[in-house]
């Protein structure tokens, strides 16, 4: 339980909605989360805390512990991944470092004992039982279909992506030293019992992944032992480290994250380009040229006031405008977020149903997955007016669940392959309206789409239907 100076919340046993779950992974245990929607699955996962005093007291600034006692949460979490289906999964090629790392904390360092190639059930075993070694399990949501519903719509939810990591330790080890994260950390304890010490951030909602030494992280703040149904949040940079008590064969935990790189200062970095970009069109200060061999000189002091008086400007153009763009952001999320969940047996995304016509009544499908954007295009760069602007449709519908989170590395899309999925549809500007009508309307006829003339209207309306973005009732 919670040392004193440490305030963290207990709960009790919670009732939680029913529904049936696809037959991969539930050997007919009841789902303990909502799927109707993205906030009802949060509101779910975080049950019985009020989602609204989830992000006024605990986001990003204190921990939440959720014990919830409760058989058939228990059960349902640990359906999503166990210890016994390392076996088949090891049938499928895993790849040490790619699919799973091996590793024991000793002396206060992390020691990875991964061998080479592809993983062996039987070694596995042995470096569990006889090592004490965690088995840390990369993006499971791939193999295991629950998972994949979970975080996708996590990802419509936080509008970020959702990534996890299954660590399963055997009795009296511990897989990781004392560290920090990057990322917003929600875990789910899904068999055994964890022993767990948080402590006081070194670097509040830090930026990167550090271990920090036991003599420089004082006492925890809060120490407890998580059980199957329990869930525990907490923010980025908060210090954690976590064992498998003796007397407890072995732990199995899911750490679902978010939130990297999701920051303010993320933000500015990505949408300042555009900003200057849209300016300098308007504003002949940002025009003008910098200083001569500026580029040369160390001391920069009488160039800072210049600039900072062109950052104002820059801040009274942003209060005037309507749009503010988020590119490579907006981009990074479209092209690596997880496809919608329809379930292992269901087809690939494919157009069906009728064509659309100009009489046609159409509406959006996956709505979460879609996004108009609104950005330079690039290809017309050399233009004398300048880039003309573009609106960009951009679905993750067809992106990949096997490569979610892991890299692009051994992805063998091509370089032009990327960067047509990372743009989606492009349409001139003047279609941006229409596609406004059709993202904010449960339905539209295509003849009233705001375009000039139905040979318009209905290729719209087809671009989008070949991408299975609508449907045709």
């Known amino acids: 339980m919670p040392k004193k100076g440490g305030k963290i919340a207990d709960v009790a046993q919670e009732s939680q909605a029913q529904c049936k779950r696809p037959k991969l992974d539930t050997a007919g245990s009841p789902s303990a989360l909502s799927f109707e929607s993205p906030d009802s699955l949060f509101r779910s996962l975080i049950s019985p805390i009020e989602e609204e005093v989830f992000f006024r007291e605990y986001w990003e600034q204190k921990p939440l512990l959720v014990q919830r006692n409760d058989a058939l949460v228990a059960a349902y979490y640990q359906s999503l991944f166990q210890l016994a289906h390392l076996k088949e999964l090891c049938s499928q090629g895993l790849c040490y470092g790619r699919d799973l790392n091996v590793c024991r904390c000793v002396n206060g360092k992390k020691k990875v004992l991964n061998k080479e190639g592809r993983v062996n059930y039987m070694q596995l075993k042995k470096d569990f039982d006889q090592k004490k070694a965690t088995i840390q399990f990369h993006q499971p949501q791939r193999f295991k279909e629950e998972l994949w519903k979970i975080q996708e719509k996590l990802e419509c939810y936080f509008g970020s992506l959702v990534g996890s990591n299954v660590y399963i330790t055997p009795q009296g080890s511990q897989g990781l030293p004392p560290h920090y994260d990057d990322v917003e950390v929600f875990i789910l304890q899904l068999e055994g019992e964890k022993h767990w010490r948080l402590y006081k951030p070194t670097v509040p909602l830090a930026r990167e992944y550090n271990v ?152 959006l499908q996956f709505r979460d997955h879609a996004i108009i954007t609104v950005e330079p295009d690039q290809e017309n760069a050399v233009s004398i007016r300048g880039p003309p602007c573009m609106a960009g449709v951009g679905s993750g519908s067809h992106n990949r669940r096997e490569t979610h989170m892991m890299g692009t590395e051994d992805d063998p899309a091509s370089e032009d392959g990327l960067t047509q999925q990372t743009h989606g549809l492009r349409f001139p500007l003047s279609h941006l309206d229409a596609l406004k009508q059709i993202w904010s309307s449960s339905t539209v006829n295509v003849k009233e789409l705001n375009l000039t003339s139905d040979e318009e209207k209905e290729n719209l309306a087809l671009s989008l239907w070949t991408e299975c973005l609508i449907e045709v009732l």
């Open 212 to 363: 920090e030494p036991e003599d420089r992280i004082g006492s925890p703040t809060h120490e407890f032992i998580l059980k199957p149904g329990d869930l525990l949040y907490f923010p980025r940079g908060t210090i954690h480290q976590a064992d498998t008590p003796q007397g407890i064969s072995y732990s199995t935990h899911v750490t679902i994250s978010t939130y990297q790189n999701n920051s303010w200062g993320d933000f500015l970095l990505d949408a300042i380009p555009g900003l200057v970009f849209d300016a300098a069109k308007e504003d002949v200060a940002l025009r003008r040229s910098i200083p001569r061999q500026l580029l040369m000189q160390v001391d920069t002091a009488d160039c800072t006031k210049r600039l900072s008086s062109l950052l104002r400007r820059l801040a009274d153009s942003l209060e005037n405008s309507r749009d503010l763009r988020s590119s490579d952001m907006k981009k990074d999320f479209i092209m690596h977020r997880l496809p919608p969940c329809l379930g292992c047996d269901s087809d690939p995304l494919t157009p069906g149903g009728k064509l659309p016509k100009i009489d046609s009544k159409i509406r």
